[in-house]
C-alpha cells in the first residue's frame, strides 16, 4: 500500500468507501428533505428516507461489486435505500434526480473536507515559516541564482518568500471551497421531472447541503471541477518548490539545514552514515503525483453534449488523488519546516569561501558613481577573476589596485563589501510577508 507515503491518514479516511456512501445518502436525505419543504412529497416520507440513510445499514463491498458492474456506485446504492426506506417514503427516493447529481454533489461535500484538512498543514507550514523569517532576519547566507552563489541575503527573507507562497495557496483554497456548488439538474440537466418546481428544489437543496446553488446545472460543463483541480496543481507545485529548496540546502556539498532528527528517520539500509530528508523527498514526490491528476482532468474536460462518456468518469479517481498528493505534500512540507535544523555558521563559510567576490555587485555600484556603470563592470570583473586566480580575496585585491585606490579608501572598500550593508530592503520585504501572514489568519 502506497498511501503512506503520500498522502494523510484524514485525507484517506475522507475518500474511503465508507465515506463517499455516506456523502452519497447525504445527499439523497438532503434531496427528501428540500422536496419536502416544496411541497413535492410528504413530510413523512422525506422523515423515512433520512432515517434510511444511515451508512451503517449497507453492505459496502455489495454496493462496490454491483456498482462495477452498473457503471455508476448510485444505482445499486438507490436499490438498497430504497429497500431500507419505511413504506410511506419508499416511493419518493431519488425523486427527479440522476446518479450524477449525487455523484458530484457528494464529491464537492468531500472536497469541503478534504480542503479544511489540507488549509490546516498549509497553516501549519505558513506559521512555521513566519516563525523562521523572524528568527533569522540576521541569519546571512548565499543567495543562489542558476544554481550559482550570487549574494548575500538573510535565511529569514528565504523563509519570508515560502511564507508569501503558502499564504497565497491557502488564499486560493480558501476562495475555492467557498465557491463549491451543488450538483441538480435531473437526467439531461432540465429538471423536467419536477415540472415547474426544479428551481426551487435546487435552492432549497443546496442550502440543506450548505453548498452554492449554481445558475444552471453544470453536468458537462466541467470548469468548476478543473478550477478545483488547477488550484490544488498550483498549490502542490509551490509545496514541491519549498521541498526542492529544503532538499538543495540540505546536500552535502552544501549542509545549511537538515531535516529534524527522530528514530528510525533517513538512514539508509546500506551507508550506516546517510541522513536522508525523507519528508521533502516524498512531498517532491507527491507533489508531482499531483500535477500529473492535474494534466488528466483539464485534459478532460471537453463532456460530449449533456453528459460525458469516460471523461467524467475519470473524475472519480483522479480528482480524489489530486486531493490526497496535494495534502501528502502539505503535510510533508509543514513537518519539515517546523522541525528544519539550520547552520548559520555553515551558512557563513558558504558566503565567505569565494572571498567576497558575492560583493562584487555592491563593488561595481560603489564605482560607478565615479566611473559609470560599464566601466566600473569591467573593472570588478577583471578584479574578481583576479581574485579567483590567485585565491586572495576580493578586498585584498581592489585594496592594491591603483584605479580602485584612487576612489576609495580602505575604510570606504571595507564597508562596500560587507555582507551585512549589502540587503538592500530584505528587511523590509520580511515585514511585508509577515503583515501578509496576519491578514491571512483573520480570513
Same mark, same amino acid.
Given at each position: 500500500?502506497?498511501?503512506?507515503?503520500?498522502?494523510?491518514?484524514?485525507?484517506?479516511?475522507?475518500?474511503?468507501?465508507?465515506?463517499?456512501?455516506?456523502?452519497?445518502?447525504?445527499?439523497?436525505?438532503?434531496?427528501?428533505?428540500?422536496?419536502?419543504?416544496?411541497?413535492?412529497?410528504?413530510?413523512?416520507?422525506?422523515?423515512?428516507?433520512?432515517?434510511?440513510?444511515?451508512?451503517?445499514?449497507?453492505?459496502?463491498?455489495?454496493?462496490?461489486?454491483?456498482?462495477?458492474?452498473?457503471?455508476?456506485?448510485?444505482?445499486?446504492?438507490?436499490?438498497?435505500?430504497?429497500?431500507?426506506?419505511?413504506?410511506?417514503?419508499?416511493?419518493?427516493?431519488?425523486?427527479?434526480?440522476?446518479?450524477?447529481?449525487?455523484?458530484?454533489?457528494?464529491?464537492? =461535500?468531500? $472536497?469541503?473536507?478534504?480542503? +479544511?484538512?489540507?488549509? @490546516?498543514?498549509?497553516? !501549519?507550514? #505558513?506559521?512555521?515559516? /513566519? *516563525? &523562521?523569517?523572524?528568527?533569522?532576519?540576521?541569519?546571512?547566507?548565499?543567495?543562489?541564482?542558476?544554481?550559482?552563489?550570487?549574494?548575500?541575503?538573510?535565511?529569514?527573507?528565504?523563509?519570508?518568500?515560502?511564507?508569501?507562497?503558502?499564504?497565497?495557496?491557502?488564499?486560493?483554497?480558501?476562495?475555492?471551497?467557498?465557491?463549491?456548488?451543488?450538483?441538480?439538474?435531473?437526467?439531461?440537466?432540465?429538471?423536467?421531472?419536477?415540472?415547474?418546481?426544479?428551481?426551487?428544489?435546487?435552492?432549497?437543496?443546496?442550502?440543506? =447541503?450548505? $453548498?452554492?446553488?449554481?445558475? +444552471?446545472?453544470?453536468? @458537462?460543463?466541467?470548469? !468548476?471541477? #478543473?478550477?478545483?483541480? /488547477? *488550484? &490544488?496543481?498550483?498549490?502542490?507545485?509551490?509545496?514541491?518548490?519549498?521541498?526542492?529548496?529544503?532538499?538543495?540546502?540540505?546536500?552535502?556539498?552544501?549542509?545549511?539545514?537538515?531535516?529534524?532528527?527522530?528514530?528510525?528517520?533517513?538512514?539508509?539500509?546500506?551507508?550506516?552514515?546517510?541522513?536522508?530528508?525523507?519528508?521533502?523527498?516524498?512531498?517532491?514526490?507527491?507533489?508531482?503525483?499531483?500535477?500529473?491528476?492535474?494534466?488528466?482532468?483539464?485534459?478532460?474536460?471537453?463532456?460530449?453534449?449533456?453528459?460525458?462518456?469516460?471523461?467524467?468518469?475519470?473524475?472519480?479517481?483522479?480528482?480524489?488523488?489530486?486531493? !490526497?498528493?496535494?495534502?501528502?505534500? /502539505?503535510?510533508?512540507?509543514?513537518?519539515?519546516?517546523?522541525?528544519?535544523?539550520?547552520?548559520?555558521?555553515?551558512?557563513?563559510?558558504?558566503?565567505?569561501?569565494?572571498?567576497?567576490?558575492?560583493?562584487?555587485?555592491?563593488?561595481?555600484?560603489?564605482?560607478?558613481?565615479?566611473?559609470?556603470?560599464?566601466?566600473?563592470?569591467?573593472?570588478?570583473?577583471?578584479?574578481?577573476?583576479?581574485?579567483?586566480?590567485?585565491?586572495?580575496?576580493?578586498?585584498?585585491?581592489?585594496?592594491?589596485?591603483?584605479?580602485?585606490?584612487?576612489?576609495?579608501?580602505?575604510?570606504?572598500?571595507?564597508?562596500?563589501?560587507?555582507?551585512?550593508?549589502?540587503?538592500?530592503?530584505?528587511?523590509?520585504?520580511?515585514?511585508?510577508?509577515?503583515?501578509?501572514?496576519?491578514?491571512?489568519?483573520?480570513?
Amino acid at each position: 500500500m502506497t498511501e503512506p507515503f503520500y498522502t494523510t491518514p484524514e485525507l484517506t479516511q475522507i475518500f474511503a468507501p465508507v465515506s463517499h456512501v455516506a456523502q452519497l445518502l447525504r445527499f439523497e436525505a438532503a434531496l427528501a428533505h428540500a422536496e419536502a419543504r416544496a411541497s413535492l412529497i410528504p413530510a413523512e416520507a422525506a422523515t423515512a428516507i433520512a432515517a434510511a440513510c444511515q451508512v451503517e445499514q449497507y453492505d459496502l463491498e455489495a454496493l462496490y461489486q454491483d456498482a462495477a458492474h452498473a457503471g455508476t456506485l448510485v444505482i445499486p446504492l438507490v436499490r438498497a435505500l430504497t429497500a431500507h426506506v419505511a413504506a410511506p417514503g419508499r416511493s419518493y427516493v431519488h425523486w427527479g434526480a440522476t446518479s450524477q447529481d449525487a455523484i458530484d454533489s457528494a464529491m464537492m =461535500l468531500q $472536497l469541503r473536507e478534504a480542503l +479544511l484538512v489540507i488549509e @490546516a498543514d498549509l497553516l !501549519r507550514l #505558513a506559521a512555521a515559516c /513566519a *516563525t &523562521l523569517a523572524e528568527a533569522h532576519r540576521a541569519t546571512l547566507m548565499p543567495a543562489r541564482t542558476l544554481l550559482q552563489q550570487a549574494l548575500p541575503m538573510p535565511f529569514g527573507l528565504k523563509a519570508a518568500r515560502w511564507l508569501s507562497l503558502t499564504v497565497r495557496q491557502l488564499t486560493a483554497l480558501r476562495a475555492q471551497r467557498a465557491q463549491l456548488s451543488l450538483q441538480f439538474g435531473g437526467a439531461a440537466g432540465t429538471l423536467a421531472a419536477l415540472g415547474g418546481h426544479g428551481l426551487l428544489v435546487a435552492e432549497l437543496l443546496a442550502e440543506e =447541503l450548505d $453548498l452554492v446553488a449554481p445558475e +444552471l446545472p453544470w453536468h @458537462a460543463e466541467r470548469d !468548476r471541477s #478543473a478550477t478545483i483541480a /488547477a *488550484t &490544488l496543481g498550483i498549490a502542490a507545485g509551490a509545496l514541491g518548490k519549498i521541498a526542492h529548496d529544503i532538499l538543495l540546502l540540505a546536500q552535502s556539498e552544501v549542509a545549511e539545514v537538515s531535516e529534524a532528527r527522530a528514530a528510525g528517520k533517513g538512514g539508509s539500509s546500506a551507508m550506516p552514515q546517510k541522513r536522508n530528508p525523507i519528508d521533502t523527498v516524498l512531498a517532491q514526490a507527491a507533489s508531482r503525483l499531483a500535477l500529473g491528476q492535474v494534466s488528466i482532468l483539464l485534459g478532460a474536460m471537453a463532456h460530449e453534449h449533456e453528459r460525458a462518456a469516460g471523461s467524467w468518469q475519470l473524475e472519480w479517481q483522479a480528482l480524489p488523488d489530486l486531493v !490526497r498528493y496535494t495534502g501528502g505534500a /502539505a503535510a510533508r512540507v509543514a513537518n519539515a519546516v517546523a522541525g528544519l535544523e539550520l547552520d548559520p555558521a555553515r551558512m557563513r563559510r558558504n558566503l565567505d569561501q569565494s572571498g567576497g567576490v558575492l560583493l562584487a555587485e555592491a563593488l561595481s555600484m560603489a564605482l560607478a558613481q565615479q566611473l559609470g556603470r560599464p566601466e566600473a563592470q569591467q573593472l570588478v570583473q577583471t578584479l574578481c577573476a583576479r581574485a579567483l586566480a590567485t585565491g586572495r580575496t576580493l578586498e585584498a585585491v581592489a585594496c592594491a589596485d591603483a584605479q580602485v585606490s584612487r576612489l576609495l579608501s580602505s575604510d570606504d572598500l571595507r564597508s562596500v563589501l560587507d555582507p551585512t550593508a549589502y540587503l538592500g530592503s530584505s528587511a523590509a520585504l520580511i515585514d511585508r510577508a509577515l503583515a501578509g501572514y496576519q491578514l491571512a489568519l483573520k480570513g
